[in-house]
């Protein structure tokens, strides 16, 4: 399947590959959501160095943190997680 963009999607995607191009390296707080999910995956389609960032806790269902795993580990992407408790 191949994905249409339109000349502002387009243009807006060109801009954040460049500027992550700038950057050269990024910590990437990943929840495991759309944004930083898409953010993530952009990132690896680039030549920089990327760490991703993940709060762990029970409340968090564990096939969340199976994905999460998987997402990173097939993009080889360094996966740091953090304990979580909420007071």
Do not use: C
């Not at 930083?36 to 990327?50: G, V």
């Amino acid at each position: 399947m191949k994905l249409i963009l339109n000349g502002e999607v387009t243009s807006k995607l060109k801009l954040l590959k460049n500027n992550l191009q700038d950057m050269g390296k990024i910590l990437i707080a990943f929840s495991k959501g759309v944004d930083s999910s898409l953010l993530l995956k952009i990132a690896s389609t680039q030549d920089i160095n990327i760490i991703a960032a993940t709060a762990f806790s029970d409340i968090f269902p564990r096939i969340e943190t199976k994905l999460a795993n998987q997402l990173t580990k097939k993009s080889d992407i360094k996966h740091f997680w953090g304990i979580y408790r909420p007071t």
